[in-house]
């Protein structure tokens, strides 16, 4: 079996994005839980400010030769897209902000754990369905 190299190299450059938009969103999620006191609130936040980001810098970098300009359209397929990644990342980042011994309540860890996560489904989702070229919405 051979590894397409192209698709890992956007994988790769996926990745790399998300730990920048990891420490983008773990920051935001430590601000306003400590603004908020209400950690669901601050979780939905920062998650959707994470995909923002995630949108622009993706869309600008490891897509860049797919991706059209940029757009409220396309930030809406992108944010679509990546609603399965961002739940199972704000899931996994609660359950382990509330439960598990060694992140409960840190923000830093649990976030981490959500975008480890999150990170597989919201690559299928953005490079098979959003930066595609076959995409209306690109």
Same mark, same amino acid.
């Given at each position: 079996?051979?590894?397409?190299?192209?698709?890992?190299?956007?994988?790769?450059?996926?990745? &790399?994005?998300?730990?920048? $938009?990891?420490?983008?969103?773990?920051? &935001?999620?430590?601000?306003?839980? !400590?603004?908020?006191?209400?950690?669901?609130?601050? !979780?939905?936040?920062?998650?959707?400010?994470?995909?923002?980001?995630?949108?622009?810098?993706?869309?600008?970098?490891?897509?860049?030769? !797919?991706?059209?300009?940029?757009?409220? !359209?396309?930030?809406?397929?992108?944010?679509?897209?990546?609603? #399965?990644?961002?739940?199972?990342?704000?899931?996994?980042?609660?359950?382990?902000?509330?439960?598990? #011994?060694?992140?409960?309540?840190?923000?830093?860890?649990? %976030?981490?754990?959500? %975008? &480890?996560?999150?990170? $597989?489904?919201?690559?299928?989702?953005?490079?098979?369905? $959003?930066?595609?070229?076959?995409? #209306?919405?690109?």
């Amino acid at each position: 079996m051979r590894l397409d190299t192209a698709f890992l190299v956007k994988f790769l450059q996926f990745g &790399c994005i998300g730990g920048v $938009v990891f420490l983008f969103d773990a920051s &935001c999620f430590w601000l306003l839980i !400590r603004l908020t006191g209400w950690p669901t609130l601050a !979780r939905v936040i920062s998650v959707a400010l994470a995909i923002a980001l995630s949108w622009a810098l993706n869309r600008s970098l490891t897509f860049r030769d !797919r991706a059209g300009g940029a757009s409220w !359209r396309g930030l809406f397929t992108f944010a679509l897209s990546q609603l #399965p990644g961002a739940g199972i990342n704000a899931l996994a980042s609660m359950l382990a902000f509330t439960s598990l #011994p060694l992140t409960h309540n840190n923000a830093w860890l649990s %976030a981490g754990v959500g %975008a &480890c996560a999150g990170l $597989v489904a919201n690559f299928i989702m953005a490079n098979f369905f $959003v930066f595609n070229k076959k995409s #209306p919405t690109r």
